[in-house]
């Protein structure tokens, strides 16, 4: 906490509110949220699945997914835009035939900003709905199988509304990664106003020209991290695993 502390101390609480009213605070904080919210679609639609495939014991080669789905959480962030620019740079192994087949050009794009946090933020959602999932009771989906519902049914009504709070906390952990990500942002997606420009770059750029406005700006990031995570408090804590409680009805 006593770094937290000392950015609070630090802050200049008087000219805050004209620090942050700033049009290319407010551009960059609009371009955060947005791209943050595009990233936390694309983790709940790629991730809950795979989280799925993840939590059943019968997957072939899944201890294997797991351990690469986790690569980025010890992978410094630069290097992750690293391979993302030598993926689909316009010289990536993929990016040269996206540009020489239909002229699409993804890197220093708000495309690539997506990109970026997706890479960094999506193994915060795998791991927390995988988690729900296997702390979940099983005995209600096994009911519904042997009354003769589908499996897609029974992911559908059964199990996923059984782990709703851990796919919001989940969600909630891929945002406030998302809104946060500064190393792999820069290096495959640059500093752009208006475009690539998130908050933890204007941060950056502003230490050395407006010290006071790069503190102002690290404070609203923490205000709206903090808000997220208490607002999904009650899901976080019911999402994760072990935590479910058998009830009377259901013995």
Same mark, same amino acid.
């Not at 943050?36 to 294997?64: F, I, Q």
């Not at 010890?74 to 992750?80: C, E, F, K, N």
């Not at 009771?137 to 042997?146: F, I, K, P, W």
């Not at 782990?163 to 919001?168: E, F, I, Q, S, Y």
């Given at each position: 906490?006593?770094?937290?502390?000392?950015?609070?101390?630090?802050?200049?609480?008087? $000219? /805050?509110?004209?620090?942050?009213? $700033?049009? !290319?605070?407010?551009? !960059?904080?609009?371009?955060? +949220?947005? %791209?943050?919210?595009? %990233?936390?679609?694309?983790?709940?639609?790629?991730?809950?699945?795979?989280?799925?495939?993840?939590?059943? $014991?019968?997957?072939?080669?899944?201890?294997?997914? &797991?351990?690469?789905? %986790? #690569?980025?959480?010890?992978?410094?962030?630069?290097?992750?835009?690293?391979?993302?620019?030598?993926? @689909?740079?316009?010289?990536?192994?993929?990016?040269?035939?996206?540009?020489?087949?239909?002229?699409?050009?993804?890197?220093?794009?708000? #495309?690539?900003?997506?990109?970026?946090? +997706?890479?960094?933020?999506?193994?915060?959602?795998?791991?927390?709905?995988?988690?729900?999932?296997?702390?979940?009771?099983?005995?209600?989906?096994?009911?519904?199988?042997?009354?003769?519902?589908?499996?897609?049914?029974?992911?559908?009504?059964?199990? @996923?509304?059984?782990?709703?709070?851990?796919?919001?906390?989940?969600?909630?952990?891929?945002? =406030?990664?998302?809104?946060?990500?500064?190393?792999?942002?820069? =290096?495959?997606?640059?500093?752009?106003?208006?475009? =690539?420009? %998130?908050?933890? @770059?204007?941060?950056?750029?502003?230490?050395?020209?407006?010290?006071?406005?790069?503190?102002? /700006?690290?404070?609203?990031?923490?205000?709206?991290?903090?808000?997220?995570?208490?607002?999904?408090?009650?899901?976080?804590?019911?999402?994760?695993?072990?935590?479910? &409680?058998?009830?009377?009805?259901?013995?």
């Amino acid at each position: 906490m006593l770094p937290l502390v000392a950015l609070l101390a630090a802050t200049p609480w008087g $000219d /805050m509110a004209a620090l942050v009213a $700033d049009p !290319a605070v407010v551009e !960059a904080l609009r371009l955060s +949220v947005v %791209t943050a919210a595009c %990233t936390t679609v694309v983790c709940l639609v790629v991730g809950v699945p795979l989280a799925w495939v993840l939590a059943r $014991d019968d997957v072939p080669g899944g201890r294997l997914v &797991r351990s690469l789905v %986790t #690569v980025p959480l010890v992978l410094p962030p630069v290097v992750g835009g690293v391979a993302l620019l030598l993926l @689909l740079g316009r010289r990536g192994l993929l990016g040269s035939r996206l540009d020489a087949w239909f002229g699409v050009t993804v890197p220093f794009t708000s #495309v690539a900003v997506v990109l970026a946090q +997706v890479f960094v933020a999506l193994p915060f959602l795998v791991l927390t709905v995988e988690g729900a999932l296997r702390g979940a009771d099983r005995r209600r989906a096994l009911v519904a199988e042997t009354l003769g519902a589908s499996p897609a049914y029974v992911l559908r009504r059964v199990t @996923l509304p059984s782990v709703a709070p851990g796919v919001a906390a989940g969600a909630a952990l891929c945002f =406030t990664r998302a809104l946060g990500e500064f190393g792999a942002t820069v =290096t495959f997606a640059g500093n752009f106003p208006g475009t =690539t420009r %998130t908050v933890p @770059l204007a941060v950056y750029l502003a230490m050395d020209a407006a010290p006071e406005q790069a503190v102002a /700006m690290s404070v609203l990031l923490l205000v709206v991290s903090v808000a997220v995570l208490v607002a999904m408090r009650g899901r976080w804590v019911g999402g994760l695993p072990g935590r479910g &409680r058998t009830r009377r009805g259901d013995r």
